[in-house]
């Protein structure tokens, strides 16, 4: 029963099912992985160590992308865009900035999933243009980051930074660490705290500024103050002044600041007449310095158009 013949022979049952085939490892798969492995990586490395525990749930999805191979590129947008609202958890602008390296991932696994030909080709001549520019310009940051200034110098010039209440923060007591550094090596240099009060700050950047180094067993006297200042160009300006009434001279001058900023600074400094070197303080986070540097990168291309 259920079984017919047809010319002598018996025929086999026709209501069997056969399993789809496994989709084959490619490329591409391997690719999609190696995305989800750089956000664990992103979240394991770049951030405060109290954050790595998010790092498990990410190679988890790794795991069943490569169990799940159809899923992978639905896993691989999930990934990225968890990785986009977590750095908007953090107040911090580098953070922010940072998500524009995922949401440009997002946008192209969208036009190269879903976008016909033109469209794959246009986003992808821009994503070129945009890498190949940026790298042009974060040759000139990098090197004046990496340089290190001359001893004994007469005046360094101390850029501010937010203060939050009285207390400095991670931004400005990383630049005032570099600062105390220089200034116990080099006792004969004396310091221009430079930054006015802003939105938010009970004192004055400089106050705050003068506060940390004496605490840090800099000499009162060997500490002047600038608390005028709402910019950059104005710190440099008003600093300027500052050693001229104290008498000395700005032609060996050191500017003390985070190391993405040292570049713009250095080329201000030096179009008012300023012979300035630069000493980075200490760095942030990874994933906040990669971020700060993407927005130092627009910064100083405004700055070769428009002028010092």
Request: hydrophobic share 50%; charged share 20%.
């Amino acid at each position: 029963m259920g079984v017919s013949k047809q010319g002598g022979k018996q025929m086999e049952p026709t209501n069997r099912t056969e399993k789809p085939a496994k989709q084959r490892f490619t490329v591409l798969h391997a690719l999609g992985l190696l995305l989800i492995l750089c956000a664990a990586a992103v979240i394991w490395f770049g951030v405060h160590p109290r954050y790595r525990i998010l790092a498990a749930p990410i190679l988890a999805l790794g795991v069943l992308a490569a169990w799940k191979r159809n899923w992978m590129f639905w896993i691989v947008l999930i990934v990225q865009a968890g990785v986009v609202a977590f750095l908007w958890t953090f107040p911090q602008a580098g953070y922010r900035i940072a998500s524009i390296v995922p949401l440009a991932l997002i946008a192209m696994l969208l036009v190269f999933r879903f976008g016909n030909k033109p469209l794959k080709i246009i986003a992808s001549i821009l994503m070129g243009t945009a890498l190949c520019g940026l790298l042009i310009v974060e040759i000139p940051i990098l090197k004046a980051a990496s340089e290190q200034p001359e001893p004994d110098a007469d005046y360094i010039v101390v850029l501010g930074a937010a203060v939050y209440g009285e207390t400095p923060s991670i931004t400005l007591e990383h630049r005032l660490e570099g600062a105390a550094r220089y200034l116990t090596a080099n006792p004969r240099t004396k310091a221009v705290v430079s930054g006015g009060q802003g939105a938010g700050e009970d004192i004055t950047e400089a106050e705050c500024m003068r506060r940390y180094l004496t605490a840090h067993g800099i000499a009162e006297e060997r500490i002047l103050l600038e608390d005028m200042s709402t910019s950059t160009r104005e710190n440099l300006a008003f600093s300027k002044a500052v050693i001229k009434t104290d008498g000395g001279k700005t032609d060996r001058i050191v500017l003390v600041s985070s190391a993405y900023h040292l570049y713009r600074a250095r080329r201000m400094a030096e179009a008012m007449g300023m012979h300035a070197g630069g000493f980075a303080g200490s760095d942030g986070y990874p994933i906040y310095m990669f971020g700060m540097y993407l927005r130092e990168a627009v910064a100083a291309v405004k700055l070769w158009i428009f002028g010092a």
